[in-house]
């Protein structure tokens, strides 16, 4: 499962490049992904803030910002349902 496009993040609008799996070990559904380089989240990020929510389409599910890339992008985790609903994942899927 995969979610690429607009989502909301703190407040701030952003795209991100989202994928997630089931992992059995835990038995739990895990996400993340990549936030496009937006200085409102870099600077969450180095202000010290990791715990957020992102809502997309909708939906909005907790999640954890980790290091700011070189390009100014973030890397965002997730544990649980995926933020994107079902009909995101298959509108990103026939346009390609």
């Known amino acids: 499962m995969s979610y690429h496009g607009p989502a909301r993040l703190a407040g701030t609008p952003v795209r991100v490049h989202l994928s997630g ?3 059995p070990v835990d038995g739990r559904y ?3 992904g990549r936030v496009e380089p937006e200085p409102a989240v870099a600077r969450l990020v180095r202000s010290g803030r990791r715990d957020v ?3 997309i389409a909708g939906l909005t599910s907790p999640a954890r910002l980790a290091e700011v890339d ?3 992008g973030v890397r965002i985790t997730g544990v649980g349902g995926p933020p994107w609903p079902a009909e995101a994942e298959r509108e990103h899927a026939d346009a390609r």
């Open 21 to 23: 799996r089931w992992e």
């Open 30 to 32: 895990h996400w993340g």
């Open 53 to 55: 929510e992102v809502s």
């Open 70 to 72: 070189p390009w100014g």
